[in-house]
């Protein structure tokens, strides 16, 4: 049986994705979960506390698996760094439902989420660049090997070759976040991957 603090958490979650920060009030997540003003202030201070304990209950979760899952995976490296970044959204999506059941929240809200609590929220922001750092270590380890296999360029620092392939991923998946019309995600990140590696293939025949 779901908890009150559990119900807060979930329809703080599904609500701000829906209508962003700005846009939630105190009632709408009172309905939502059916609980009484009194029991969320027993739990939360304010919105935003429910929001910060809502994501890292929620979302670090998945993002700790994502990295584990790089760091694990035995598939070739080109092909593990493509899958990386085209699957987030429907990984995203099935471990969220894992989570919290019956699932409403979309990979793109969740996304335009996180990038609206990056840039207003401290808690936010300082989560995404730990992530990004860890993601970056995994890559660098992995990219080593890959040049001592003579697979990638050794001309270029394997520092500079993930800061590519993080800049190139994380790109094309906020530009598909923003506008899904103009921007597919597949297609978006498949262009990005194609221009990098033909770059990276060129400055190991230079």
């Known amino acids: 049986m779901m908890g009150t ?3 807060l958490l979930i329809s703080g979650l599904k609500l701000y994705a829906k209508k962003g920060l700005n846009g939630v009030t105190l009632d709408d997540i009172l309905e939502d979960s059916n609980v009484k003003k009194g029991s969320f202030y027993h739990f939360f201070k304010n919105k935003d506390q429910l ?5 890292q209950k929620y979302f670090m979760p998945i993002v700790q698996a994502r990295d584990e899952k790089l760091k694990s995976s035995a ?3 080109r ?3 493509e899958s990386f970044y085209l699957d987030m959204p429907s990984e995203l999506e099935s471990m969220l439902h894992d989570m919290i059941g019956e699932n409403t929240v979309r990979p793109n809200d969740i996304g335009i ?6 840039r207003t929220r401290k808690y936010s922001s300082a989560s995404f660049f730990m992530n990004q750092g860890r993601i970056r270590d995994i890559l660098i380890e992995k990219i080593v090997r890959e040049q ?3 697979r990638l360029p050794g001309s270029i620092s394997s ?4 800061t590519l392939i993080v ?3 994380e790109g094309a998946l906020y530009l598909s976040t923003w506008n899904t019309t103009l921007y597919s995600n597949e297609d978006t990140l498949k262009v990005c991957f194609h221009h990098l590696w033909n770059y990276l293939d060129h400055m190991e025949n230079v």
């Open 5 to 7: 603090k559990e119900k």
């Open 51 to 55: 929001l910060e304990e809502s994501l």
């Open 75 to 77: 598939l070739p490296f």
């Open 79 to 81: 092909e593990l760094v």
């Open 113 to 118: 989420l996180m990038l609206e609590t990056m």
């Open 148 to 150: 001592l296999a003579g």
């Open 159 to 162: 520092s500079d070759i993930a």
């Open 167 to 169: 800049t190139c991923g």
